[in-house]
């Protein structure tokens, strides 16, 4: 028998509001909880950086920086049945990778179509998630208290309240927290230090040495605006075998930046060193590092832990065996078809929690993902991507089918994909994003 769930959902990103959508199509009553004044979560722009922490995430729950563009292109980073086509009155960011604010278009779009900001509060954080006591000594349900706050109108007035759900969906992403390297001397460098997370425009840059550490995609992007401004790019890297022949080439081709290998040692008095025996006087230092998971609210008596960006146990990344199906996780999976596989993940909590698709025994879903972690520790990946997916869509279309009857990622798309993924690799790192990649096949489908 179906039947419907009174569930929270915390965060308001597209996880949480692919979440709402999912749960209240299943016939749940749902309430989204969500800390800023707006919804879309990273997409929400805060121009506020750090609050005077900018090692830590003390201001912001955005790591948007103002030159953000999709990496992905906007074909494919949409919802299975809410494409995200150009805004019709031509007012918006037409390009096939648009900015970050045309992202966050779509996605107040996407609230609106189906009725989310209903169920959503806003200003609203969740302090504290903890087990309830049973409400019969035999029932043997798992329920949630759910502690917030809610921000009033005036400084100072917040109102704390909590209430019981029955199921609790955790969606509150994961690029909020830095990670941050050990560095000796790293304490004691007097000198500018921050995290990309802290990062907004390049301004304050202006004529400084900068050393940016890490060379993924915030540390590519921002080592190039930087590049335009600043005296001295430095960018730091693990190994230099890691570098694609397209990422040399676009180095090559600014004369003020330089590669080094990673950092041995920073001296009070400004100086770096690296492993390589290079040294430089820098004004600042950017680490470009990535981010933990990180769940301050969460209380489940150590039933989950976060080891080294494992969340674990989870099942499928998504369920907590122990505590399965009241506690669940949308918006874990990494290098992922964003909001799709989230959307996915989330019609699946809605169909567990509702009754329609059960989920294996705790103790065969611990077995499964454990074995899963044992497989991918065989296949040499580290620990800290448990949860990378690398855009395996054979695992992704697999996950949709087996779970809740997702349909697979159209032939089109997933060609499109490849050819997205290739031009991110091999293509030209600067302009990759403006060249014409329009392919005739996709106008059938309304491009
Ligand atoms: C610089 C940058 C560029 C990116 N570029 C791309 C890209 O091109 N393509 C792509 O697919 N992805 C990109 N991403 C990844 C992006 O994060 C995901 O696309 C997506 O935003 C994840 O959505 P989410 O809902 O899981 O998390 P989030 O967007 O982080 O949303 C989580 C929400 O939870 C809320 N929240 C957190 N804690 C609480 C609490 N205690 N109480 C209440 N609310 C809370 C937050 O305020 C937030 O609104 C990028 C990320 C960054 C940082």
Same mark, same amino acid.
């Given at each position: 028998?179906?039947?419907?769930?009174?569930?929270?959902?915390?965060?308001?990103?597209?996880? !949480?509001?692919?979440?709402?959508?999912?749960?209240?199509? /299943?016939?749940?009553? @749902?309430?989204?909880?969500?800390?800023?004044?707006?919804?879309?979560?990273?997409?929400?722009?805060?121009?506020?950086?750090?609050?005077?922490?900018?090692?830590?995430?003390?201001?912001?729950?955005?790591?948007?920086?103002?030159?953000?563009?999709?990496?992905? %292109?906007?074909?494919?980073?949409? $919802?299975?049945?809410?494409?995200?086509?150009?805004?019709?009155?031509?007012?918006?960011?037409?390009?096939?990778?648009?900015?970050?604010?045309?992202?966050?278009?779509?996605?107040?779009?996407?609230?609106?179509? $189906?009725?989310?900001?209903?169920?959503?509060?806003?200003?609203?954080?969740?302090?504290?998630?903890?087990?309830?006591?049973?409400? =019969?000594?035999?029932? !043997?349900?798992?329920?949630?208290?759910?502690?917030?706050?809610?921000?009033?109108?005036?400084?100072?007035?917040?109102?704390?309240?909590?209430?019981?759900?029955?199921?609790?969906?955790?969606? +509150?992403?994961?690029?909020?927290?830095?990670?941050?390297?050990?560095?000796?001397?790293?304490?004691?460098?007097?000198?500018?230090?921050?995290?990309?997370?802290?990062?907004?425009?390049?301004?304050?840059?202006? !004529?400084?040495?900068?050393?940016?550490?890490?060379?993924?995609?915030?540390?590519?992007?921002?080592?190039?605006?930087?590049?335009?401004? =600043?005296?001295?790019?430095?960018?730091?890297?693990?190994?230099?075998? !890691?570098?694609?022949?397209?990422?040399?080439?676009?180095? =090559?081709?600014?004369?003020?930046?330089?590669?080094?290998?990673?950092?041995?040692?920073?001296?009070?008095?400004?100086?770096?060193?690296?492993?390589?025996?290079?040294? +430089?006087?820098?004004?600042?230092?950017?680490?470009?590092?990535?981010?933990?998971?990180? $769940? %301050?609210?969460?209380?489940?008596?150590?039933?989950?832990?976060?080891?080294?960006?494992?969340?674990?146990?989870?099942?499928?990344?998504?369920?907590?065996?122990?505590?399965?199906?009241?506690?669940?996780?949308?918006? @874990?999976?990494?290098?992922?078809?964003?909001?799709?596989?989230?959307?996915?993940?989330?019609?699946? +909590?809605?169909?567990?929690?509702?009754?329609?698709?059960?989920?294996?025994?705790?103790?065969?879903?611990?077995?499964?993902? /454990?074995?899963?972690?044992?497989?991918?520790?065989?296949?040499?990946?580290?620990?800290?991507?448990?949860?990378?997916?690398? $855009?395996?869509?054979?695992?992704?279309?697999?996950?949709?089918?087996?779970?809740?009857?997702?349909?697979?990622?159209?032939?089109?798309?997933?060609?499109?994909?490849?050819?997205?993924?290739?031009?991110?690799?091999?293509?030209?790192?600067?302009?990759?994003?403006?060249?014409?990649?329009?392919? /005739?096949?996709?106008?059938? /489908?309304?491009?």
């Amino acid at each position: 028998m179906v039947s419907s769930k009174k569930v929270c959902v915390i965060g308001a990103g597209v996880s !949480g509001l692919a979440s709402a959508r999912e749960l209240l199509r /299943e016939g749940h009553d @749902v309430t989204v909880m969500e800390q800023s004044s707006g919804v879309g979560g990273q997409w929400l722009y805060d121009p506020r950086t750090d609050g005077g922490d900018p090692l830590g995430a003390a201001g912001a729950h955005s790591s948007m920086y103002a030159s953000v563009r999709l990496i992905s %292109p906007r074909e494919l980073t949409c $919802f299975s049945d809410f494409p995200f086509f150009p805004s019709n009155d031509g007012t918006g960011d037409a390009r096939r990778y648009p900015g970050h604010a045309e992202f966050l278009r779509y996605i107040r779009d996407f609230c609106d179509a $189906f009725g989310l900001m209903d169920v959503v509060r806003l200003n609203t954080k969740v302090l504290h998630v903890g087990l309830a006591p049973p409400l =019969a000594a035999d029932d !043997g349900v798992k329920r949630w208290t759910v502690r917030w706050s809610r921000r009033g109108d005036c400084e100072g007035d917040a109102v704390t309240t909590e209430e019981v759900f029955d199921a609790v969906v955790v969606a +509150v992403g994961q690029y909020t927290q830095p990670r941050l390297p050990t560095i000796s001397g790293m304490d004691k460098w007097s000198r500018r230090q921050l995290h990309s997370h802290s990062y907004r425009v390049p301004d304050s840059f202006d !004529g400084e040495v900068v050393v940016i550490v890490g060379f993924h995609e915030s540390g590519k992007d921002i080592a190039q605006e930087l590049s335009g401004v =600043a005296r001295e790019v430095h960018v730091s890297v693990k190994s230099m075998e !890691g570098l694609t022949p397209a990422v040399s080439k676009a180095v =090559a081709r600014h004369h003020n930046l330089h590669l080094h290998l990673q950092i041995e040692c920073l001296c009070e008095d400004g100086q770096v060193t690296f492993a390589d025996g290079s040294r +430089v006087v820098a004004d600042s230092i950017i680490y470009c590092t990535g981010y933990d998971f990180w $769940f %301050p609210f969460l209380d489940t008596g150590g039933l989950l832990t976060v080891d080294d960006n494992r969340v674990g146990p989870l099942f499928e990344h998504t369920f907590p065996p122990a505590l399965a199906p009241s506690l669940s996780f949308v918006g @874990v999976p990494r290098l992922v078809l964003v909001p799709r596989f989230y959307e996915a993940q989330a019609r699946w +909590v809605a169909q567990v929690l509702s009754g329609r698709r059960p989920l294996p025994s705790s103790e065969e879903m611990m077995r499964s993902a /454990e074995e899963y972690h044992r497989a991918r520790e065989a296949a040499g990946v580290p620990r800290r991507l448990s949860h990378t997916v690398f $855009f395996d869509m054979d695992y992704c279309d697999e996950f949709g089918a087996k779970h809740c009857g997702f349909p697979p990622l159209e032939g089109w798309k997933r060609d499109f994909l490849s050819s997205a993924v290739a031009r991110v690799r091999d293509g030209d790192v600067e302009s990759y994003r403006d060249s014409d990649l329009v392919l /005739e096949g996709l106008r059938s /489908e309304g491009w």
